[in-house]
């Protein structure tokens, strides 16, 4: 961070302050918080450059990535995402940042099956690679993203870490750029089914007891509604 030219020390004790979440009607939620560089209203990390009307959301769920920890609120991936969303596709998307830090994929998917999801809506969960969940994916034909490679050396980006795992504004805005494209390709303007099979491992679908388990493909299910 220290290119931007307002680094200080007190900035980056700022961008990594972090309340712990808390559960509110069954879900886990940042509870609100507000400072110069990090905001939490409603339970959300405040989404910069939102148009001031638009007819879709995109509701982007995950852990802390989402969330921006490390970051100020511009440079979280849905500020990032809603920048160049704004650049394509003018007043129609609002990103909705509804990143918890820590939250595993279960609660994270149950969250999901809570949120107002509206027709024309997008969800994009994002989660640390776990083969079982890209074969479940794969398997069921929801479009998947592999983000693992963007940063492999060598690459043009300069540093995109804050830390050991979580990503600078460098890292956010390249992967942002990412998402936008495949969005575009797959799911604004998709074409043809995307040809997975080289994705999919169906013995291990099947052998992984928590996509068969209670509510697991409910909340699934209730998202592929409204693709």
């Known amino acids: 961070h220290q290119d931007l030219p307002y680094y200080s020390d007190a900035y980056i004790k700022n961008i990594f302050t972090v309340s712990h979440p808390v559960s509110y009607n069954g879900n886990y939620v940042q509870p609100n918080y507000k400072s110069e560089y ?14 001031d009307t638009s007819r879709r959301h995109v509701h982007f769920l995950g852990a802390s990535h989402v969330y921006g ?21 003018p007043d129609i998307f ?3 940042n509804h990143g918890v830090t820590g939250l595993p994929v279960s609660p994270m998917l149950q969250k999901a099956s809570t949120i107002n999801i509206s027709e024309n809506d997008v969800v994009v969960v994002n989660f640390v690679y776990r083969k079982w969940i890209v074969d479940f994916f794969a398997f069921n034909y929801y479009p998947y ?6 940063f492999q050396s060598p690459h043009h980006y300069g540093e995109v870490f ?16 990412k998402i936008s494209d495949f969005l575009s ?14 994705y999919i491992d169906t013995e291990s679908v099947k052998r992984h007891s928590i996509i068969s388990a209670p509510g697991f493909t409910e909340y699934i299910d209730t998202l592929k509604t409204y693709r």
């Open 145 to 150: 993203i592999d983000l693992q490679y963007v």
């Open 94 to 96: 609002s990103v909705i």
């Open 38 to 51: 990090m905001n939490v209203v409603g339970g959300c990390r405040v989404t910069t450059d939102t148009p």
């Open 185 to 198: 390709a797959n799911i604004i303007a998709p074409g043809s089914k995307p040809d997975v099979s080289e």
């Open 162 to 177: 804050s830390d050991v795992g979580h990503l600078n504004y460098r890292g956010n805005t390249a992967v942002a750029a």
């Open 69 to 89: 920890y490390g970051v100020e609120d511009k440079y979280t991936l849905p500020s990032c995402l809603q920048r160049l969303l704004n650049n394509k596709y």
